[in-house]
DNA sequence: CTTAATAATTGGAACGTTCCAATCTCGTCA
DNA sequence: TGACGAGATTGGAACGTTCCAATTATTAAG
């Protein structure tokens, strides 16, 4: 059944033409008359060509992949900023190459590799916990553009587009605060990255310079997942003095946290203010609604996408390090709406 | 900055040997002698080498490339399939190629057709809805190895994956109904697809052996995403006679059902009982913990992964159509599970 | 009618690898 | 000593495309 491989040669013959004509049509050139072109395409379907992209990359250096290297695809945060990325990618006729490394740094070696074995002509990387400057060095000195997403690495020389933690933390911190709460809790999240550190600045901040004072015991790490803000709210709730809000390291703690509380017989939104992180598709139609520092994944994607294709065009551009603004949307969970709904209601 | 492609043949005048000596090195072959493999290992390192896959790729007909297409990775079923597809195709030396439709059957064609260029050794898809054998004909004309998860398609000629979805909504049917449920309702997903179509079955069959009627106003879709559970729910509740309990075409539509129970004061798993479909990993941290019937999206991307590599080292199988086994995981959303706890909690 | 310019087409080299058949180097055995 | 075979190594052809320079066909200008 597997027939033999049709080729631009054989098409050629069967055009009545030279393969270097063949190749013209294949790349649209304007070069070739419009009556050849017809034929020649006509002989491409009949004859059920496929094009070898191998072929092509081996003789010109560019290869229209791009690659997108994520720490957790599970996360649905990184399942839309791969879909973002691809959106654009697509449109721009390169197509995507996604990995996922489950946060170990060996494995996002390795697709690293295979993607520069593949001859990828650009790569977007959201690293994995712990990947430090000289994991990515022999991949920045081969002049590939990389874009680093989410987050960013120190010293790795290379462009990143990450949000701005601390400014959403500390709005979301301020909007708890202005709504009356005291004792406010920081939960989940991995102590030993950037991005949790820049968020529990931002509350720390906020706290300060409303005159709280910001206990570590407030602060309580987990896995960044649901089951991890299971974990954390019911670890904070041990506290003799309890939190009544919290602002959480990402949506799925924050989803968490909420069933956690529910566990308790505590319903988020009335009995405790809970703000989450990122803004995933489904903080909007969670029951309560989740309100959340909107990060826009799938823009987020966008916008690392684009940066990465200027870049591949540029040739070799100074790196940019953006970082992305960000915005509380106010929903259900921390109270307000609620209230809210209630004023528009009785107006 | 950008340097000058070092190639095996750099490779082979620094090391003092023929360039097949270092193909053959490369390759791991056996033929080669100990201390010229160190050698030229060595200079490969120092020289900073990268493998070219798209000059091999053209020498010899295999890629070490398996693709996958799935069609809607923003949903979590499908982002744990395609990891459980990487793992085992990673551990076998092959790289994955993940490709997102969103459902549209456009962009299926191009994937598709994208990856033929690059040559895949074989190919794992979930359709996007609508896809015909038709649509697949040229690609398994071809001779590539293909099967497809999730959803199978009539007369297509390949390997097929799917899950028993009649089965599994037969034996959540069937618990609902043993704890004394008689208004049943069906919630969400789209009625074109053939996987509505065999979760509908069993849960008709369920009712009529019980001899219940299957009232066609008790099953009401939606999109299969948490937003359409809300709006399903919403619509059962309308029903002059409510139903008490409900088979959700997916956790999806589950939680979301679960959202919207809780929007009208009413708590899943006491007031109403709610069964999903899939076993994401949500599922069981969610509160209350989501009775489901377990697919195990991981698994089967692994069980596919297998099929596909089988096929690929066999040359060309005979399609075979699986179909994956399912069992009901009782957890607390039917409210079974709180019951039992409590008897636990007596004893 | 010649020449120049333009439009289309073309053959061959090149890309970096693998494969094949051929070669070289030993040590061993008769 | 010569023949043999095993172990290592090697040069060159091939894979399917693109690029370049060259060629041919066509039209316009003089």
Redesign the interface.
Known sequence: ???E?VTVIDIARAAGVSKSTVSLVLQGSPLVNEATRAKVNAVIREL?Y??????A??RQ?K?K?IGIVVND??N?FF??L??GV?AVV?SAGF??????T?EKSE?QR??I??M????VSGLIISPARGTEAADLA?LV???IPVVLVVRDIAGAGVSSLISDNRAGALAAVRHLIARGHRRIAFLGGFADTAVFEARVRGYRDALREAGLKAGDDLVVGSAP???GG?TAIEQAMMLEDRPTAALCFNDAVA??V???L??RRLEPGADFAVIGFDDV??A?????ALTTVSVDPQGMGERAAELLLKQIKA??AEPEAIVSPVRLVIRQSCGAAVERRMKEVSS
Chains 1, 2 share one sequence.
């Open positions: 059944m597997a027939k491989r059920g496929v094009y070898n992209r191998s072929a990359n081996l250096a290869s992949i695809l599970t649905s399942a839309e791969a879909v691809d697509q197509v995507q190459f996604l990995a996922n489950g494995r390795e697709v590799a295979s520069r074995e593949h001859g022999p000195e081969s002049g997942s649901r089951a299971v989803f968490g909420c069933d956690g529910r566990a598709i489904e909007k139609t969670a029951v309560p040739g070799r």
